[in-house]
């Protein structure tokens, strides 16, 4: 049973720092890529960063390029996303992704995120 397991959310003063991290179990983890979205209330669901499986390539949106940083641990199964200088913006539900083509494509449960002026 796959399972992503995310964690490290919480409520923070803009411009401060949190770090997300994701477990994952029941995946062959390095062969997945790995992303993080997020989705804030009446908006959609938009990617934040991705990571290819080996670390090597990575993907920002541009609202968070130079604040946020995604990195993975294989031996770990973890990923992670740091997150500095935080908006009120940012403010979402934080999911984590792990994505291998359309038949395996999984989802964690989310963690909260708010950022306050």
């Known amino acids: 049973q796959v399972q992503l397991v995310e964690s490290g959310g919480g409520l923070v003063q803009a411009g401060g720092s949190l770090r997300l991290s994701c477990a994952a179990s029941?995946?062959?983890?390095?062969?997945?890529?790995m992303g993080w979205f997020r989705q804030a209330p009446g908006k959609q669901r938009e990617v934040v960063a991705s990571i290819s499986w080996g670390g090597a390539n990575t993907f920002y949106a541009d609202s968070v390029k130079d604040r946020f940083k995604i990195s993975r641990e294989n031996a770990k199964n973890t990923v992670w996303l740091q997150m500095n200088s935080l908006k009120p913006e940012d403010t979402a539900v934080y999911y984590c992704?792990?994505?291998?083509?359309?038949?395996?494509?999984?989802w964690g449960q989310g963690t909260q995120v708010t950022v306050s002026a």
């Open positions: 029941g995946v062959a983890f390095s062969t997945y890529t």
């Open positions: 992704n792990a994505y291998a083509g359309a038949t395996y494509d999984y």
